[in-house]
């Protein structure tokens, strides 16, 4: 047995789940899928006294159209917001981001909450979720409050939920408009962490000018980014105007934290992020204009 | 740090156990189970080796604990094909394409292949290629994998057991 002992708690509401997290104080972790969390406790990087196991609370799992909002349940996996038709009508950006996501074995287990939590800026979903503006859904047993996805990740692994919160769903925006998505990434082997990567939403009007864009990055922060001065630059443009390379050097500037290792520098993972935002912009505003 | 008991069905057998909540599902399954088929290789999720399927579903089973599986229903490589029934076709595809060298990687393919043609009984190419990439093999090369999925699928699977 390679982790430390940790007592085991499996909730089977998010009342209870919330009441144990109060209760255990900080020594307290959520288990969610455990893709992220079991590497990290079998190679001793993390050790908790405690370990919610949130597996069993079956109302943090589900799919679930709001109005203009696409619900996604905390505890939902991968593998089922991959087959759900109803994500792919209203947010396809994430049907299409989830292959990406490790290898089928482990979709099997992640959940759509374990990622958003864990705020890994290299991983798909809280790249998504900051870059459509997604509303996050947290409990505990002071009551529930909901968090802007511009609020939510704080830092690396680091995002600005209390120890005693739970995430409990997601709340992505859909997009009704003629809008296209696209998600590009570079990586070593199909299923890593990308070297860098984009996602890509445009909406145009009837007139063909970009309504709305988004943009957000993988890999290239110690937090999931956002291009903001590329979104700003583009909007009320005519999509046959913008270069997809200008969108692509656009996005990098003012990155300031750019990760580094043996993969590749700084450097080389911002020309690969340009090129990356260039494809998915290119491949986005094409479907927009084509619907 | 207290025990808990946990049953599991495992290739049909249901199992009751106390465990301590760090045990995985790997260990209880070679150590409390005896079933050594299941293979631990890098035990972080990276090699898939130690792949089993549970309620279905190919999982790594050094990345869940032993108590996640309570009340699940297990089947792991010892469980894929019956002693009185021989190989099953992926296994036979996997002889037949020298699928496996060493053997240490066998029962992660094994299973996942399994559980993918289950799922997608008339794969492309690139589909078998991103099914295979989930799991690590240090000596056979993929080729004979890749030929061996190639051919199971077109096999089909054999007739259900009566």
């Known amino acids: 047995m390679k982790p430390a002992s940790f007592e085991y708690h499996a909730p089977e509401t998010a009342a209870d789940a919330a009441r144990l997290l109060a209760a255990l104080g900080d020594g307290a972790k959520v288990l969610a899928g455990g893709q992220s969390l079991v590497p990290m406790l079998a190679l001793r990087l993390a050790v908790f006294e405690h370990l919610v196991d949130i597996g069993r609370v079956s109302e943090l799992q589900g799919i679930e159209r709001r109005d203009d909002e696409l619900w996604i349940g905390a505890g939902t996996t991968h593998a089922r917001i991959e087959a759900s038709a109803e994500v792919a009508s209203a947010v396809p950006v994430l049907t299409r981001a989830t292959p990406f996501i490790g290898h089928f074995q482990i979709r099997n287990r992640g959940t759509l909450g374990g990622s958003i939590a864990h705020a890994d800026p290299a991983a798909e979903y809280p790249a998504v979720a900051l870059a459509l503006d997604a509303r996050m859904h947290v409990t505990s047993s002071k009551g529930g409050r909901t968090i802007a996805a511009r609020d939510f990740f704080d830092g690396l692994w680091t995002t600005t939920m209390e120890p005693d919160e739970l995430l409990v769903g997601v709340s992505f925006p859909v997009w009704n408009g003629r809008s296209g998505f696209a998600v590009e990434e570079l990586a070593r082997r199909h299923g890593d962490f990308a070297i860098a990567g984009a996602i890509v939403g445009v909406e145009l009007d009837d007139a063909d000018r970009i309504r709305r864009c988004a943009i957000g990055l993988i890999g290239l922060g110690a937090k999931p980014e956002r291009a903001e001065d590329a979104e700003t630059a583009v909007a009320g443009r005519e999509v046959a105007d913008v270069e997809a390379g200008e969108v692509g050097g656009l996005a990098m500037a003012g990155l300031e934290s750019v990760p580094a290792d043996l993969h590749g520098s700084a450097e080389f993972r911002t020309r690969v992020g340009a090129e990356m935002v260039a494809r998915a912009w290119t491949m986005a505003s094409r479907e927009a204009r084509d619907e | ?162």
């Open chain 2, 1 to 162: 740090m207290s025990e808990v008991s946990v049953e599991v069905t495992v290739n049909g057998r249901r199992l009751r156990e106390t465990v301590e909540p760090r045990l995985t599902l790997a260990d209880f399954l070679r150590d409390r189970c005896r079933l050594t088929g299941t293979h631990l290789g890098c035990e972080h999720g990276v090699c898939g080796a130690c792949t089993v399927l549970v309620n279905g579903a190919a999982v790594r089973s050094c990345l869940m604990f032993a108590v996640q599986a309570d009340g699940a229903e297990v089947t792991t490589v010892e469980g894929i094909s019956s002693p009185d029934d021989g190989l099953s076709t992926v296994q036979a595809a996997f002889r037949d394409c020298h699928g496996l060298q060493c053997g240490f990687c066998t029962p992660g393919f094994v299973v996942s292949v399994t559980a993918f043609l289950r799922d997608h009984p008339s794969p492309t190419d690139a589909q078998i290629r991103e099914a295979l990439s989930g799991t690590l093999c240090r000596c056979t090369g993929y080729q004979g994998i890749f030929r061996a999925v190639r051919q199971a699928a077109t096999t089909g699977p054999r007739a259900e057991r009566s």
